[in-house]
């Protein structure tokens, strides 16, 4: 199982469930459908599917819905399809509003017990009375309504009789305790608001508080996992079960949710860049989406190990994002064939190769991996090189292609340049260059070596290629704490698009999400969304090489 290595959440269902506190664990991960999930999300799906999956339990996809104005259900069709793509299995999909009835019961349950009163004060009056951490609250003046005034009231708020805000449902717990959570929260609005699952149904919906314990009793949850903001509604959670008098009794425990450099990591952040036009939706390559990591060409096997390296903590903490990066070179090294593509081309004539001759040259599949074998590409008398491949007047210790030097090209001949081709504005436009037949690759010449070896691809042959380069898209290393808003610092560079070629013979069949390794420069994915039947574009992934160790 995953991603539950020793921690203390383990811990505790260990000794529940040798205690026979419970015989089978079931736990959820409850998404509100309001936004696409992102790879925080993705560390509390394979927390809670690794701890079942360990333990031979359950775990329920369960679609926190209970805020009608912000959901959707296109969410709730990415979500499901992001989940699977992490690669676990849920035992149930359920939705919070198929419990709305059950909900409506347990607050009238409540006000029977005089546990839960209906307020008529505005959210202003409300602030005032709740008090501070400092000042207890004082008791609202519809504190003591009766029973039979509450039951008739919130009747009356179910049906419609209200506006919105007008009134509110208030469980009645303790106006002076120290945990503002516990003075009398508010546990039913009213929303006339049309919901994606139950319609025009309802007008007053349950607030989180008093939906989430609720859920997760209705479930049978034996471990309610969530994150570490929520420690301080635990007391509320627990009195919501208790005085609700359900009878499973979920365990709520928190941990502490991933935080990532370079990063904003919250549906509601995220939304705004697509709203805003930052980004070309949720799943543009530069989101920290499942959605745009799965289209960047990152894969769930270095997610669910860079979840598994980074742990469950008690603490919150921020973890550098080329960790990530770490993991999809690690994954991708092995499986991704090394391939040639030149993403800023430069045109190199071989002037002394005959026109209208093209021989088959071969080339390894994968530089770590001989077991992967070789392939045969074409070269012939007009290849494209890399600009930077390329320099008219070197710059100390260039070794690579200036005027008069020799160089290798990869598997094919030693090359000489002899020529430098300008356009009117002085632009090297292309180099001319001689081959030496003696030096082809696995010939065995030994007569001088070349301080470079460069790739290239067959002009006649390559087929035009877009490259997609990726930078972070917010600048600041600790957004939130800068006291900047993030839109603020996103960065201007995050996108460089290239028109440059790729050999023919890797990607006659290549679909969108093939992986590949462009020698020298990165690892690519097929695009999903601009590769058209006329032109590949690529997405690249990561670079080959990065200072960053574990
Ligand atoms: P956001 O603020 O991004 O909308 P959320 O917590 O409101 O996040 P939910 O849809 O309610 O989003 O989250 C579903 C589950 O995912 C919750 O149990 C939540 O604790 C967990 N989760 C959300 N963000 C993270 C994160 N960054 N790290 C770990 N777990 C997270
Ligand atoms: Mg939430
Ligand atoms: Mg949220």
Not at 145 to 163: A, I, P, T, W, Y
């Amino acid at each position: 199982a995953e991603n539950t290595s020793s921690n203390f959440i383990r811990n505790i269902i260990v000794s529940d469930l040798e205690s026979g506190k419970h015989k089978e664990i079931i736990t959820r991960f409850p998404p509100e459908p309001n936004g696409y999930l992102h790879v925080g999300h993705a560390k509390s799906i394979l927390l809670n599917f690794g701890l079942a999956e360990e333990f031979n339990g359950k775990t329920n996809l369960r679609f926190d819905d209970t805020n009608p104005v912000k959901e959707d259900t296109e969410y709730v069709q990415s979500i499901e399809a992001d989940v699977k793509w992490l690669g676990v299995t849920w035992d149930k999909v359920l939705f919070a509003s198929d419990y709305f009835d059950e909900m409506y019961n347990c607050a009238v349950k409540l006000i029977q017990k005089g546990k839960a009163y209906v307020c008529d004060l505005t959210p202003d009056e409300m602030k005032e009375y709740r008090g501070s951490l400092t000042e207890p609250g004082k008791p609202s003046p519809y504190r003591d309504r009766s029973v039979s005034e509450n039951l008739d009231l919130f009747e009356r708020m179910k049906n419609g009789e209200f506006k919105d805000g007008e009134k509110v449902l208030r469980a009645k717990i303790d106006m002076s305790s120290p945990n503002m959570n516990m003075r009398d929260p508010i546990i039913y609005r009213i929303a006339h608001a049309e919901h994606h699952n139950t319609g025009n149904k309802w007008c007053i919906y349950p607030m989180y508080d008093f939906a989430h314990p609720l859920e997760d009793a209705i479930e049978g949850i034996t471990h309610s996992i969530c994150t570490l903001e929520f420690e301080a509604h635990r007391p509320l959670y627990d009195w919501v079960v208790e005085e609700c008098e359900m009878t499973c009794k979920p365990r709520q425990i928190e941990f502490a949710r991933l935080n990532m450099t370079n990063t904003v990591m919250s549906k509601r952040k995220l939304k705004l860049l697509v709203d805003e036009g930052v980004v070309d939706g949720w799943d543009d390559p530069r989101m920290p989406t499942i959605a745009g990591l799965r289209r960047r060409g990152y894969t769930p096997e270095a997610i669910r190990n860079f979840c598994r390296e980074i742990g469950v903590a008690k603490a919150d903490s921020t973890v550098d994002s080329q960790m990530l990066d770490y993991f999809l070179r690690e994954d991708l090294q092995p499986k991704a064939p090394l391939t040639m593509a030149v993403l800023r081309p430069l045109k190199v004539v071989i002037t002394n190769y005959p026109e209208n001759q093209t021989e088959m040259v071969e080339v390894e599949n994968n530089a770590k991996d001989e077991s992967q074998g070789t392939r045969m590409i074409p070269f012939s008398r007009e290849i494209y090189i890399e600009q930077e491949d390329f320099m008219e007047v070197p710059i100390k210790k260039y070794f690579r292609l200036f005027p008069g030097n020799e160089v290798r090209l990869k598997g094919a001949y030693f090359i000489t340049c002899t020529d430098v081709i300008k356009d009117e504005a002085g632009h090297v436009i292309e180099v001319h260059c001689t081959y030496d037949p003696e030096t082809k690759s696995g010939s065995g010449f030994t007569g001088r070596k070349v301080k470079s070896t460069i790739h290239w691809v067959d002009a006649a042959s390559a087929l035009p290629a877009e490259f997609r380069l990726f930078e972070p898209l917010i600048l600041d290393d600790a957004p939130e704490n800068e006291g900047k808003h993030f839109l603020e610092q996103i960065n201007p560079n995050s996108l460089e698009i290239l028109q440059g070629f790729i050999e023919n013979v890797a990607f006659k069949s290549a679909k969108p999400l093939d992986k590949f390794q462009f020698v020298r420069n990165g690892f690519f994915t097929v695009d999903s969304k601009y590769t058209t039947d006329e032109k590949l574009v690529f997405n690249r992934i990561v670079a080959l090489k990065s200072s960053f160790k574990l």
